[in-house]
């Protein structure tokens, strides 16, 4: 079965720099949510969106930012680049209760790992 | 606020011999969705298994099960016959289902399990 795919899987940045994540959620699933994984701690939630548009906003720092695309992928925006932001990446999908998803299971992609030097 | 605790930083099992990994929760929703979730050593976020906070019994998926005892707000894990793969962290996770519900994972500390031949 297909699963989310992220892209790229390792990234490294200076500080200051820009970096761009990419998320592609399993066919059919209208929800994507992002987290971030520091070293040794549990997955925050950062934002998330439904049917293309912002359904929910955690700890996501202004530097960041995101979106959803017509074609369901999704994008993690991310400026300004602090050593502190050096993490694991997770964007996970999921089928709303509306659309017939039942539970409403996020399945997470591989994750992008990103050093920030 | 929403909260789960995993009391467990690290647990050790015999290979074949049977563990059980604690989660508590605290929320305020008569309605939730409690995760458990495997991050083996190479970081991806595998789902394991569901429990609604309305199924009348304990959800299972082959070695694993979830012991769900709602009056005392715990949720704990169940892996029958470890195997040495099961080496991993755990983390179990929550989502509401409120009527803002966004389906936002929130996490545990995590407890990491390790399997002894």
């Known amino acids: 079965a297909a699963g989310v795919i992220q892209s790229p899987r390792h990234l490294i940045k200076e500080k200051r720099e820009t970096a761009t994540l990419k998320c592609y959620p399993i066919?059919?699933?209208?929800?994507v949510y992002w987290y971030q994984q520091g070293p040794g701690q549990d997955p925050q939630f950062l934002i998330s969106?439904?049917?293309?548009?912002?359904?929910d906003k955690g700890s996501i720092p202004d530097r960041f930012s995101a979106q959803q695309f017509s074609d369901y992928h999704s994008e993690l925006n991310m400026s300004s680049l602090e050593l502190g932001d050096s993490a694991l990446y997770f964007c996970?999908?999921?089928?709303?209760?509306?659309?017939?998803?039942?539970?409403?299971?996020?399945?997470f992609g591989p994750g992008t790992r990103l050093t920030v030097l | 606020a929403q909260k789960i605790t995993q009391t467990q930083p690290g647990m050790f099992v015999q290979e074949k011999e049977a563990v059980t990994l604690d989660c508590t929760y605290d929320?305020?929703?008569?309605?939730?969705?409690l995760f458990w979730y495997k991050q083996p050593s190479s970081g991806e976020m595998i789902f394991l298994i569901y429990?609604?906070?309305?199924?009348?019994q304990n959800a299972t998926e082959g070695r694993y099960s979830l012991n769900f005892q709602k009056a005392r707000k715990s949720a704990n894990l169940v892996i029958s016959a470890s195997q040495l793969g099961d080496s991993a962290m755990y983390f179990c996770?929550?989502?509401?289902?409120?009527?803002?519900?966004?389906?936002?994972?929130?996490f545990g500390q995590g407890t990491t399990l390790q399997v002894k031949p």
């Open positions: 996970a999908s999921s089928l709303s209760p509306s659309a017939g998803g039942w539970p409403d299971t996020q399945y």
């Open positions: 066919p059919r699933h209208d929800t």
């Open positions: 969106f439904y049917e293309k548009m912002q359904s």
């Open positions: 929320t305020s929703d008569p309605s939730y969705g």
């Open positions: 429990q609604g906070s309305y199924d009348q």
């Open positions: 996770a929550m989502s509401s289902r409120d009527s803002s519900n966004t389906g936002k994972l929130i």
